[in-house]
Structure formats: structure tokens, C-alpha cells
């Protein structure tokens, strides 16, 4: 079987693809994903100031 080459512009191009498909189809679901990811960050900061004090 012979392998697939595909060179850096074309990753990068499928990659922008692929994600807008999925901002687009999934919004909801990547805004929630977002939410959290936001809300442990600042849950990590919250800790690590009180930690300083």
C-alpha cells in the first residue's frame, strides 16, 4: 500500500477546512467545549493567586 504525501500548505488547508466545518455543523457543542476550557482557566488562576497569598 503506498503512503499518503501531502506537503505543509496542503495540511495547513485541510486543517482550516476541517475546523470550519466543525464551527459550522457544531456550533453548540464548541461553544460549551469553549466555555469550560475559560472556566477551569480561571479556576487554575483563582487557585494559584490564593496560593500566593
Known sequence: MKGIY???IKM???LKA???ELLQ???EVVSDLFTEIIKD???KDAIED???T
Open 25 to 27: 455543523e457544531k456550533r
Open 50 to 52: 490564593d496560593e500566593q
Open 12 to 14: 495547513k488547508e485541510l
Open 18 to 20: 476541517a475546523i470550519l
Open 41 to 43: 482557566r480561571i479556576k
Open 6 to 8: 501531502l506537503d505543509e
